[in-house]
């Protein structure tokens, strides 16, 4: 089909800045295609693209709910109303970039009514699946499911954002697994700094356990740790006067160039995810790996998989060996002569299934 056609991309899930890397290097790829699209998506995420997206695109802004909103079915609702919206207009090609969950089993069912075609990016509602996991008519689980279960996901081209969670889907009995694709996260462009001065650093969402351990840790060694991308009210207000430098406060994030311009100068990258990444992927991770930042991470799938491509990884058994690591880490730079990062990367991106609009 030619490029008269429009694409519709749709971000009816994330706001802000969430999700902006992929999402940003996704438009970027079909941008570099010469395609020619209609992007979906709320204010504030089109305000945190790059401005070489926002002015090569035709932006349709649509109201999105926070997915930390307690207001379940007003999220719902105004999901539904904005996939409705979407199949109305004279769309053939559409693409959606995340969706919330229980969106995602009814966008199934409009999709096969409305003879729609469309493709979706599955990332971290992937959990759903794993077993002994709540799975209340409220939970995202619930509704990933049974999307599953109910084979509803035949009637969307489904994108599993991650090679490594092949094996993982192909143990889930119900499944088909030769009726999804795969793709691994975009790397997002390189940004070429004169010094990585940046020693450690935290890198996404904080907003859990695992950075609130991360930070106390860094706090009771003293050891100065940046955090890079957005924070929570409750993390920023219980460490904004230690050693941790914010760069972002609570309710906003850093702009798309800002925000890798701060990456690029990172020499490690420390992550203590508390789940296993069997089902997801980081893209915090790939964040650093785009940028030759040394990975510095609790075990989990992901992190094996990057040390298997042979990028630069440390992984840690237990939370409290980060503590003896710091006082006795390699040096930065010959370390990152020991690998080459260039050809890990290289692999990386090879390993995901090739996609066309």
Not at 178 to 189: C, F, V
Request: charged share 20%; with cysteine; glycine share 4%.
């Amino acid at each position: 089909m030619g490029n008269d056609k429009k694409i519709v991309i749709a971000e009816t899930n994330m706001t802000g800045a969430e999700h902006l890397s992929f999402n940003a290097c996704i438009i970027s790829d079909l941008l570099q295609q010469k395609k020619t699209i209609k992007l979906y998506c709320s204010d504030s995420q089109y305000s945190c693209l790059p401005e070489s997206i926002r002015r090569k695109v035709e932006f349709k802004k649509i109201p999105v709910i926070h997915g930390k909103s307690r207001s379940f079915f007003l999220k719902f609702l105004v999901d539904i109303f904005n996939i409705l919206r979407i199949f109305f207009g004279n769309n053939e090609k559409i693409v959606l970039l995340s969706v919330f969950p229980p969106t995602l089993f009814v966008t199934s069912i409009l999709a096969a009514i409305f003879r729609k075609k469309v493709k979706i990016f599955l990332h971290g509602e992937l959990n759903g699946l794993r077993d002994n996991v709540n799975r209340k008519i409220t939970s995202y689980s619930f509704w990933v499911y049974w999307y599953f279960k109910l084979s509803l996901y035949n009637y969307l081209e489904n994108y599993i954002v991650g090679e490594h969670i092949r094996e993982s889907i192909d143990n889930v009995i119900f499944i088909d697994s030769k009726k999804l694709k795969y793709i691994n996260h975009p790397l997002t462009p390189k940004c070429f700094v004169s010094k990585k001065d940046i020693i450690y650093a935290s890198i996404g969402y904080a907003n859990g356990a695992s950075y609130d351990a991360l930070f106390s840790i860094m706090s009771k060694i003293n050891k100065s740790c940046c955090h890079i991308g957005m924070v929570s009210e409750e993390l920023y207000e219980k460490y904004k006067s230690s050693c941790i430098i914010f760069h972002a406060k609570p309710g906003a994030g850093l702009e798309y160039e800002q925000y890798l311009k701060l990456v690029s100068r990172v020499q490690y990258g420390v992550f203590l995810y508390n789940h296993d990444y069997s089902f997801t992927t980081s893209g915090a991770m790939l964040d650093a790996m785009s940028n030759d930042v040394v990975i510095v991470s609790k075990n989990n799938c992901f992190a094996s998989y990057l040390e298997n491509i042979k990028y630069p990884t440390i992984i840690l058994k237990n939370t409290e060996e980060l503590i003896s690591l710091l006082e006795h880490l390699p040096e930065y730079y010959e370390m990152i002569e020991q690998y080459d990062t260039h050809l890990a990367k290289e692999n990386f991106s090879k390993n995901s299934s090739s996609w066309i609009v």
